[in-house]
DNA sequence: CTCAGTGTTCAGTG
DNA sequence: TCACTGAACACTGA
């Protein structure tokens, strides 16, 4: 599932493909689960606007058109953005890929075309991805009630210390709040929690001031790193723990040599390593 | 057939 | 009331 840095590369790829075109086609499944409106609606706002800008906030990521309401994604866990790269043959995607790389996707749920021939499509197999509509995203929920933007609004040291020093859940619960830092997921937490050296139980408000430092430094580096690859994970640093922590390996080792271990906190399956994490 | 899964929500609990 | 946990959601793929 989309964490950040898949939310940031769709967007990126929204505004080249999209900005400063008109919708000139819209194809848009009958799905309550996904959609909060009929399609009708979803259609009517889309077709015949043009987009100026792509935004997002934490895993929110909505399109700026030039008349409102605004359409509002967000992935759940296997939603993503798709487009064609020749028409009929090959796709490329930001955010989940989805089996079978033709055009176009499997699970797609809304089709966008666009004045210049190319096409946005949205897919999502599982179905925990919603597309919303909103006069004014920012100030209206789900956005408003989003913590900091983890890549734009990192808090100050003071500040941060501040923030966890009000919250008694574990690190891991912590980060995966969205309401605290918005745009952290499951592998993300245990990624900043191993280098961070910061066990995922401990609770938030028994870090020192050098651990709450630790903390923040980590949490800025694994997602502006993350994003700066652009979601490839072939170019996350080789001693990033997310390249040995999948399937729950018995025997899986860091490529430092240091064994890993898993644990079930709030709910998600949590990584880390206690040779290192304290 | 079973189960885990890159996410969120909400009922239940303390 | 607040904060937290875990089941539920819905579906694929290993």
């Known amino acids: 599932m989309p964490e950040l840095p898949e939310v940031e590369a769709a967007r990126l790829a929204v505004v080249r493909a999209a900005a400063g075109r008109r919708i000139v086609a819209v194809r848009c499944a009958d799905d309550p689960i996904v959609f909060e409106a009929p399609p009708a609606r979803v259609r009517r706002a889309l077709l015949g ?24 994604f967000h992935f759940g ?46 897919a999502d197999a599982r179905r925990l991805g919603r597309v919303r509509l909103r006069h004014d995203p920012r100030s209206e929920p789900p956005v408003s009630l989003l913590g900091f933007d983890a890549l734009l609004e990192l808090p100050p040291p003071r500040r941060f210390r501040a923030l966890l020093r009000e919250r008694s859940a574990p690190l891991k619960a912590l980060l995966l709040d969205q309401t605290f830092a918005a ?28 651990e709450a430092d630790r903390l923040r430094a980590r949490l800025r580096t694994v997602v502006a790193t993350s994003v700066r690859a652009l979601n490839d994970s072939d170019r996350y640093p080789r001693t990033w723990l997310f390249h040995d922590r999948w399937g729950r390996e018995p025997g899986a080792l860091t490529a430092r040599g240091e064994p890993i271990r898993y644990l079930t906190i709030a709910g998600r399956t949590t990584a880390w390593v206690p040779s290192v994490q304290r």
Do not use: C
């Open 49 to 72: 606007s043009r987009v100026l800008a792509a935004h997002r906030h934490g895993k929110h990521l909505w399109f700026e058109l030039d008349r409102r309401p605004w359409p509002v």
């Open 77 to 122: 866990m296997t939603g993503g953005f798709h487009q064609p790269r020749a028409p009929g043959v090959r796709l490329v995607s930001y955010g989940r890929r989805h089996p079978g790389e033709v055009w176009p996707p499997r699970f797609t749920r809304l089709r966008i075309a666009l004045d210049d021939g190319n096409e946005l499509a949205f």
């Open 183 to 210: 745009g952290v997921g499951n592998w993300m937490a245990d990624e900043i929690l191993y280098q961070a050296r910061l066990d995922p139980r401990r609770r938030a408000d028994t870090l020192s001031d050098e």
